[in-house]
Nanobody, 113 residues
Framework: QVQLVQSGGGLVQPGGSLRLSCAVS????????MGWYRQAPGKQRELVAS???????SYSDSVKGRFTISRDNAKKMVYLQMNNVKPEDTAVYYC???????WGQGTQVTVST
């Protein structure tokens, strides 16, 4: 059974940086597209970044140039590096094996002074 376990998150000031991590179990990991979603209060969950293979990445316009998704297949880890964060980045962030029901538990990111 696939499990995704997240770590990282918390409170960060505007302009600061934060890194989210997602540990993945399951031997199929290297073949799956992995993504990071977020859901702010009162809003729908949105895909902010995805990675296919080693380095084929895609980003939403709202985070492009500030966030970086990466993966380490040997360690079965997916990361989301968040730089120059803004208050509108405040949300619960989830990692996901795209196209499957495998989701991380979610982690709160709050950008505030």
């Amino acid at each position: 059974q696939v499990q995704l376990v997240q770590s990282g998150g918390g409170l960060v000031q505007p302009g600061g940086s934060l890194r989210l991590s997602c540990a993945v179990s399951g031997e199929w990991f290297v073949r799956h597209v992995m993504g990071w979603y977020r859901q702010a209060p009162g809003k729908q969950r949105e895909l902010v970044a995805s990675i296919m293979g080693e380095n084929l990445t895609s980003y939403s316009d709202s985070v492009k140039g500030r966030f970086t998704i990466s993966r380490d297949n040997a360690k079965k880890m997916v990361y989301l590096q968040m730089n120059n964060v803004k208050p509108e980045d405040t949300a619960v962030y989830y990692c996901n094996s795209i196209g499957t029901t495998a989701w991380g538990q979610g982690t709160q990111v709050t950008v505030s002074t």
